[in-house]
Structures are given as structure tokens and as C-alpha cells.
């Protein structure tokens, strides 16, 4: 399964915007991830014209790299939200949000989406009793996300669900080390700074 290996804080630099790809303790340690400084370039000086290609790709280029998907498996979750009925945007955020790996994150079993995503590559996820090691397994409403009972004394996990605050649309169990997909998110419901209509725009193209 391809996916980045850099390093993070470029990323994050590059598109300006915490990204969720470092865990809150790391974050606040590391002075390298300063959002409002490109890679290789000043904190101050002008700042080259930016075009409305150029718009529509850093968009498109957050919210793939928020979540962690390489270009071919996020044009496949495009072509997917434009097949289904209602609005592209908002369907394409939800398949986001859907996958096992960002389920995991959202329920607080890892302190980033690619610690979820490590957690389910090396078996320690099951949805509905059976062992999954898809990241981008989507996971449907009502669906159980448990951690499997030989992985729970990972001290990883017990320190991801000390510092969670699980959203809404999931019901988690801590104690358990489970929880329950209740619904979809609503776009309402996802707060991070992104513009899902210039995302469209750069495929509709």
C-alpha cells in the first residue's frame, strides 16, 4: 500500500494549516511546524501570485493530504461521490470520513490517522467481530470498531484514548475499547478549514 513517508511538518508548511498529522503533544514540542512559513522560503516577504489553478490544487492537495490518501485512491473517492446522489462535495467529505483508518482516529484509538491506519495494517481492528486490515474499508452506519483484546495493552492506544474527545456521530466505550459508528457526519459537523467546492473544481475540469 503506498503511502508518504516525509516528513510532516513540510507538509504542513506547505499548505499552511495544521493538517492532524502530528499528535497534540508532538505539535507542541516541535517549533519546526510553523504554518505560516513555506518550506525554504522566510517567515517574511512577499508572497508569490497565487493562480485559480493554483487555488484549486492546494485545496485539492489539503484535504488529500489530511487524510492521508495518495492521488489515485483519492480520485477513486471522487469518482465514487460524483456517482452518488446529492451533493459531491459533501458525499466525498463523508467517504473520507468513513474509512476504517480516519473511524479509528475519530474514536480516539490512535493520536493521528497514520497511527489508525498502522493499527489496522497490523490486525489490531475489528469491525463487527471480524479482523480488518484495510484502511480504506468503509465503514457503514451502526457498524462496531473494536481493538482486538491481544492489541489492548498497547500503551499507544491507552494514552490515544486519555487525551480523545471523540465527535458526536461516534459512541465509544472506552473502557471496552469499542465503539459504534452512529451516523455520517454532517458538513456542518466537520470543522477544519476547507473548501469542498474548489476540490470539486479541480476534477470537474
Known sequence: MARYTGPTCKLMRREQMDLDLKSLTRKTLNTKCRFSKLPGQKVT??????????????????????????????????????????????????????????????????????????????????????????????????????????????DRIKAALQDSNPPTWVDVNSSQFKGRLLSLPEREDLTYDINETLVIGYYSK
Open 45 to 154: 516577504g512577499r508572497r508569490p501570485r497565487v493562480t485559480v489553478y493554483g487555488r484549486l490544487l492546494r485545496e485539492k492537495q489539503k484535504l488529500r493530504r489530511m487524510y492521508g490518501v495518495m492521488e489515485k485512491q483519492f480520485r477513486r473517492h471522487y469518482k465514487e461521490a460524483a456517482r452518488r446522489p446529492g451533493s459531491t462535495g459533501i458525499n466525498l467529505l463523508q467517504i473520507l470520513e468513513a474509512r476504517l483508518d480516519n473511524v479509528v482516529y475519530r474514536m480516539g484509538f490512535g493520536c493521528t490517522r497514520a497511527e489508525s491506519r498502522q493499527l489496522v495494517n497490523h490486525n489490531a481492528v475489528e469491525v463487527n467481530g471480524m479482523r480488518v486490515n484495510i484502511p480504506s474499508y468503509e465503514v457503514k452506519r451502526g457498524d462496531i470498531i473494536s481493538i482486538r483484546e491481544k492489541s489492548q495493552d498497547q
